[in-house]
């Protein structure tokens, strides 16, 4: 809620921001407008989420175009969340960000492997897998992305 944005960005405003680190606050698609408002320049935004394509029947979707009209310019795409909880593919998940970068977002790219990936010693393999699949959506814009 409000209260608790407003806590959050009292506490990161009291901290010395490094002029050389690039700050990135994700919030939930409804504060967006919200939050980019009350941070200083200096502190980027970021939406959590967007889809593949501009406009259509998609109900309760944000599309990058909307992100950017709110005067955000990052989204996180292809976390966990919406990998494990909403079996987002590695295929979606390259065409949200192929489509959110030529709509001019720098894209925040959530890459890993589950627990039990992870126990089974496939961690390269996901990896791996993940990454192929984003490389031709990035093309050449790997400076406007950041694997997290």
Request: hydrophobic share 45%.
């Amino acid at each position: 809620d409000r209260n608790q944005i407003d806590e959050i960005i009292r506490n990161l405003m009291q901290g010395n921001l490094d002029s050389n680190v690039k700050t990135i606050i994700g919030v939930p698609s409804i504060y967006l407008a919200y939050v980019r408002s009350i941070v200083p320049d200096n502190v980027h935004v970021a939406a959590q989420n967007c889809w593949k394509v501009a406009k259509g029947a998609f109900t309760g979707e944000i599309s990058p175009a909307m992100i950017v009209d709110v005067n955000v310019d990052w989204v996180i795409l292809g976390h966990s969340e919406r990998r494990t909880i909403f079996g987002e593919s590695d295929e979606l998940v390259a065409e949200k960000v192929g489509h959110a970068l030529e709509t001019g977002l720098n894209v925040i790219a959530c890459i890993g492997e589950t627990l039990s990936e992870r126990e089974a010693g496939k961690t390269e393999e996901v990896v791996f897998r993940q990454i192929k699949a984003l490389v031709p959506a990035i093309g050449n814009k790997w400076d406007k992305v950041v694997l997290a």
